[in-house]
């Protein structure tokens, strides 16, 4: 008879514990796509960040400017006057920067994400933050690892070159676009 009890409790005609099971499934299945994105956001971060390092060492072992010191540095106005346009730079792939006259402007990684941003140059700095972008979940989560605001040296400003300084130190050369 315990033999008969156990047969019943095992097999039941109910359908209800497989649906719940398949949901439950699901949920666990979104919970692991979504743990993947974020992870996959910190390792971009993350690579960003040694790519950043490599790059200031190169540029330190061939910064030899033999360039005349300018006896008046260019004002804020000025430096916001020559950033205009489009910006380019290789982090991770191409990172396309423009700036618009009226202080907003965006960034575009690798032609899928686009930070949307306000932008101006305070005491020969440029100063970014991101009030937008697509895909916004992913914009969101890039954002809660590294912040939604950035404050970078102008180190150099030519026509067609930028070289930015990174909280971290690392210098960032960007090209002009157009």
Not at 144 to 152: F, H, I, K, L, Y
């Amino acid at each position: 008879m315990m033999s008969d009890e156990s047969n019943s409790t095992i097999q039941t005609d109910d359908p209800s514990p497989k649906k719940r099971s398949r949901k439950g499934w699901l949920r666990v299945a979104v919970a692991l796509v979504a743990l993947a994105v974020f992870y996959g956001v910190y390792r971009y971060v993350d690579r960003q960040r040694q790519q950043g390092e490599a790059e200031k060492k190169t540029t330190d072992q061939s910064d030899n400017s033999e360039s005349p010191a300018n006896d008046e540095p260019p004002t804020d106005d000025e430096l916001a006057d020559q950033l205009l346009g489009q910006w380019k730079t290789q982090r991770q792939g191409e990172l396309i920067m423009t700036l618009h006259d009226d202080g907003t402007g965006m960034m575009v990684h690798n032609g899928r994400l686009q930070f949307d941003i306000e932008w101006e140059v305070a005491d020969g700095r440029l100063k970014t933050h991101t009030v937008g972008g697509k895909p916004w979940l992913v914009i969101k989560g890039i954002l809660a690892t590294m912040g939604d605001r950035s404050d970078e040296a102008i180190d150099r400003l030519e026509v067609d070159t930028l070289v930015l300084e990174e909280k971290d130190g690392t210098l960032r050369e960007w090209s002009r676009v157009d």
